[in-house]
């Protein structure tokens, strides 16, 4: 428990869940559904949350849940996702949140996750507590049935429409293959799939049916809609073990009758606009970050993951938020990095947000050292750490939260 100007940080009770979700519904301006109530406890434990308290009123509330996270190379470590954070409109800038980061990341820190992560609402607040925007989406627009594949694409087929049940059976295995390959992605616990994809009131939802293509090594999620004259095929969600799923999914997606667009969020480097034979038709509407990520371990999270190329470097790390900074010593052979605290002169500078940015390999160092964002004496070995720092597979967000 901790309290400053006469705010009060402490663990949440059972109770007090309903007066959570209400500051929850008032902060971020969105009413849960009936699947966030029935599910969203066991996915987000409220005894693990920490509220502000002022007097009898709560204020504040920010919660986490340990997760499994695959990093570059196929390696997975603890993360710690952060979620919920809010602090009530009447009590704004006085630093209730930063008393809510102060203690949840004292009780990350004390239990050794090397990382935490989670979903920024706004781009300009969370720097200062050490996170860096590290996985990006593209938003693209397809016309439908415009596209035409290359003769050079494969047509592997085997997709299926299938009903719940065989989604519920299916999605959560294919899932979890997918999600060991990529970087960035967590495992996804049983009641958040009931919660947003399984739970009855989904299939129906903001004038949208939700329905599931399957292939046996990928799925697509799909949401259609008619709104405004125009029907909307959304991928709400997809997931391909292999190329031969990734085109299958597409081809059935590209080619569906009466759909006027469809909308999806790819990664940077998906390969669709390559499959057919007019790239700009897989028009770019937009780009985001979704996961923003905070180292709290140096050696531990940069041992974690692997490396495109051998590395020799000597990182100074500033972390104003927490003591997880000072001067490391990196050194990476086939792949395998060791790094531990050194006094030997840093060859680069950088801030733990920008260690955080960098770690999923979507984010360049170059790009950083060319914003002033980190410091390097020597080109050839900025470019040797950009090199090494980039992934053979892009960083994905696993679900949201
Ligand atoms: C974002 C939110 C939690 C901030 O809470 P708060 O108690 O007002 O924040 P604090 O007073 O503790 O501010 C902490 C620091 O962040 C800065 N900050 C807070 N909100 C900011 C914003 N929107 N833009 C830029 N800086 C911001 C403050 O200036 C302060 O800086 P300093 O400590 O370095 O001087 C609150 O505005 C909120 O609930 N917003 C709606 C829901 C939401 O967006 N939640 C975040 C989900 S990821």
């Not at 989406?137 to 694409?153: H, L, N, P, W, Y």
């Not at 979890?176 to 799939?193: C, F, I, K, N």
């Not at 997809?238 to 990734?246: I, N, S």
């Amino acid at each position: 428990m901790a309290s400053t100007n006469g705010i009060t940080v402490r663990s949440a009770r059972a109770e007090e869940r309903p007066e959570v979700i209400r500051l929850q519904d008032m902060g971020f301006g969105m009413r849960g559904s009936p699947a966030d109530a029935e599910f969203g406890p066991q996915v987000f434990d409220i005894e693990r949350a920490l509220v502000a308290v002022d007097g009898d009123r709560l204020v504040g509330h920010a919660n986490d849940r340990v997760m499994t996270v695959t990093v570059p190379g196929g390696n997975t470590v603890q993360a710690s996702g952060v979620t919920g954070v809010v602090v009530t409109p009447t009590h704004r800038r006085r630093g209730i949140l930063r008393a809510l980061y102060t203690e949840l990341h004292r009780r990350i820190e004390s239990e050794g996750q090397p990382l935490t992560i989670f979903y920024a609402s706004e781009g300009a607040i969370y720097g200062r507590f050490g996170y860096g925007p590290s996985i990006a989406e593209v938003d693209v627009s397809i016309q439908g049935r415009t596209a035409e594949f290359r003769s050079t694409t494969p047509d592997p087929g085997g997709v299926r429409v299938a009903s719940l049940t065989e989604a519920e059976l299916a999605l959560p295995e294919i899932y979890d293959r997918w999600r060991r390959l990529t970087p960035g992605a967590q495992d996804r616990p049983e009641a958040r799939w009931r919660q947003r994809v399984f739970a009855e009131s989904i299939q129906h939802q903001d004038g949208a049916v939700q329905f599931f293509l399957i292939h046996p090594d990928g799925y697509v999620i799909l949401r259609r809609a008619w709104a405004d004259n125009k029907n909307t095929a959304t991928v709400h969600e997809l997931r391909a073990v292999t190329a031969e799923a990734h085109v299958a999914l597409w081809r059935v997606l590209l080619s569906m009758d009466l759909v006027h667009t469809v909308e999806a969020n790819l990664s940077d480097n998906d390969p669709l606009p390559y499959l057919v034979t007019d790239p700009r038709l897989v028009r770019v509407t937009g780009r985001h970050d979704t996961l923003w990520t905070r180292v709290m371990d140096v050696p531990a999270a940069l041992t974690a993951r692997s490396y495109q190329q051998d590395l020799d470097v000597v990182l100074s790390v500033d972390d104003p938020f927490r003591n997880a900074g000072g001067v490391f010593a990196l050194r990476v052979r086939d792949g395998v990095a060791e790094c531990e605290r050194t006094d030997r002169t840093p060859d680069l500078e950088l801030g733990i947000d920008v260690l955080g940015s960098l770690y999923f390999g979507t984010y360049r160092a170059r790009v950083y050292a060319a914003a002033n964002r980190i410091q390097a004496k020597d080109p050839a070995v900025l470019r040797a750490f950009d090199e090494a720092f980039t992934g053979d597979r892009d960083a994905e967000l696993g679900w949201f939260f």
